[in-house]
């Protein structure tokens, strides 16, 4: 066997010819070298008969972020373990006007505590009730968040959509401990790492079942996220978009595998993170998302490694202060020191030249710019704990080994 090349698992040595790519961002965007030796990668699985690949395209652990994926097989490497995660957006029937940034900090702070009733909320969603009940609603670490935004700027497309006056909320998150458990087993079962997993097989609808829950839950999470949010703020959130970027569709010609790209069809709104010192996006999807498989860019784009951002941002005290704020007004909710620094807004593409370059492309259309006013993230997790016993955990594992009780 070969040397396994760009985290993907893939052997050197069974060099298929590589499907056509597709790349959907111009020459002004910053794409890593690495990326696009990723990118290569992901064309020569077993399977991959097209690739399309977008302005935030950056490397990942197990293959780049920001693509799409047309394949005969299906990949879980390709979605990775946060199966199911979005961006949804909400807009809350609150004032702008009444917005005072530092009691609207103190009531996000409180987004977590806020009861809510996992068990009937999974109920109503068709998912058992005893489905990770204690993480739903939760944030989770990372680049995971919870933003109250106000609109920046409304473009010819958007008028009438959006209202200044207004606040929403951005909610980016997944599916939590859930799919970190159905991807640690799919990584215990090494052929589907290195060859991908045929659909009709055991082990292939297995794992689409548990990632179709997944989808469900992560989809849940983020309206449960909202919900605590504006309750926490006395409001309530009505959802605008709810988009997922990782996750498996199907197709007439087989499965499209969005890794870090929003899945979209002609016609559907989407948000366009941006950073949380930066401006995000709301877009259209045009018919030209039926050439990019379905997909287009959810964010910016990580430009700088969490590890290279130690030496690039927060290096003195004022520094690390002036991160806590930005250009308007806005405040960051985050009790990791690391986690500032790692996720300061250097750390992202420009989103503005990634929705131009989508325009470009004929992708999308720009409806509205959304500024962050307060943004709420939690410490990183480690890695999951495989071996802790957790009921919940064990019935999934159950189901998993041995179909749906
Ligand atoms: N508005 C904000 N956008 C943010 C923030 N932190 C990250 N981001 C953007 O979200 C995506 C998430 O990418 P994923 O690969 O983890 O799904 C990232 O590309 C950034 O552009 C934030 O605090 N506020
Ligand atoms: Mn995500």
Redesign the pocket.
């Known amino acids: 066997m070969g040397n396994f090349i760009g985290g993907l698992g893939l052997p050197s040595s069974c060099a298929a010819p590589a499907a056509h790519i597709q790349h959907c961002f111009s020459p002004q965007t910053w794409i890593e070298g690495a990326a696009l030796q990723q990118l290569g990668n992901v064309a020569a699985l077993p399977g991959v008969t097209s690739v399309a690949a977008f302005p ?1 395209l950056h490397p990942g652990k197990y293959g780049p ?1 920001g693509i799409a994926v047309l394949s005969e097989r299906l990949h879980p490497q390709l979605i990775g373990n946060d199966i199911g ?1 979005g961006m949804s957006l909400f807009e809350l029937d609150l004032p702008l006007r009444k917005l005072r940034i530092d009691k609207a900090v103190e009531c996000l702070r409180r987004t977590e505590a806020e009861d809510i009733d996992p068990h009937a909320a999974l109920a109503a969603s068709d998912l058992p009730t005893d489905l990770y009940p204690d993480a739903l609603g939760t944030i989770g670490g990372g ?1 995971h ?1 919870c ?1 109250l935004q106000a609109v920046d700027q409304t473009d010819a497309a958007g008028e009438g959509l959006f209202d200044r006056q207004k606040l929403y909320l ?1 909610v ?1 998150s997944g599916s939590r401990g859930l799919g970190a458990f159905v991807f640690g087993q799919m990584l215990d079962f090494q052929s589907a790492v290195t060859a991908g997993l045929d659909p009709e097989s055991a082990a292939g609808k297995d794992w689409r079942r548990q990632h179709d829950i997944c989808v469900t839950w992560a989809s849940l999470n983020r309206r449960l996220i909202a919900e605590r949010a504006a309750s926490a703020l006395r409001s309530e959130a009505r959802l605008v978009a709810d988009v997922p ?1 990782n996750l498996v569709r199907d197709r007439a010609d087989g499965f499209v595998h969005h890794k ?1 790209s929003a899945a979209v069809r002609a016609g559907d709104v989407a948000p366009i ?4 010192a930066s401006l ?1 996006y709301v877009v259209r999807a045009l018919n030209g998302t039926g050439l990019s498989l379905g997909g287009i860019s ?5 430009k700088y490694d969490r590890a290279t951002m130690h030496g690039r941002a927060g290096r003195n005290r004022s520094e690390r202060d002036a991160l806590l704020r930005n250009a308007w007004g806005g405040q960051l909710i985050c009790d990791d020191r690391n986690l500032v620094i790692e ?1 300061a807004a250097p750390a ?1 593409k420009d ?1 503005g030249q990634v929705v131009q370059d989508l325009a470009d492309a004929a992708l999308v259309v720009r409806l509205a710019a959304m500024k ?1 006013l307060v ?1 709420y ?1 939690k410490a990183m997790e480690g890695p999951p704990d495989r071996t802790r016993k957790n009921p919940s955990r064990e019935r999934m594992a159950r189901r998993a080994n041995h179909g749906r009780d």
């Open positions: 935030d972020t995660c680049n968040f933003e951005l980016h970027h870090g993170a941006g950073s949380r995000s959810h964010g910016a784009g990580r996720e992202y989103a962050p943004t993230k």
